[in-house]
């Protein structure tokens, strides 16, 4: 997507002046106990509807989490398992479960220096071999 739409552009500013155009008329004649009842009115519809919105989006990063969870622990298993690295694992995880690749490159390359330094409980002493 381009930085900036500019058929998006030429088709809101026409339309955004002529509100502008109908909202003054409007202001010179409600009185202005009147336009603080419809602004009132305004953002009681709108904060409704943005925290339906929130619940909605909450639920589904909800379950997202969850079976997200559920495969990376799958995937820590396999990678344990056949000593593997987490980014050939998590990369392919990542991208099947919807996530761009942009940030999937970053978290498992997250993933990566916190192991590397020790970062999570359990590792410091898990590859330490001594004979």
Known sequence: MPIIDYDLALLIQPMLM????IGVAFNV????????VLLI??????STKAFFRGV??????????????YWGV???MVGGLLGLGGGFI???LFLELGVPP????V???????????????GFENLCKYEA
């Open 102 to 105: 942009q940030v999937s490159g």
């Open 18 to 21: 002529l509100g502008i155009s």
């Open 74 to 76: 799958r995937a820590g």
């Open 107 to 121: 978290g498992i390359s997250n993933m990566i220096v916190k192991i590397e330094d020790h970062d999570y409980m």
């Open 29 to 36: 004649i409600f009185a202005d106990w009147m336009v603080t």
């Open 56 to 69: 909605e989006t909450w639920n589904k990063e909800t379950i997202m989490k969850k079976v997200v969870c």
């Open 90 to 92: 998590m990369g392919p």
């Open 41 to 46: 009115i305004l953002f009681m519809g709108t």
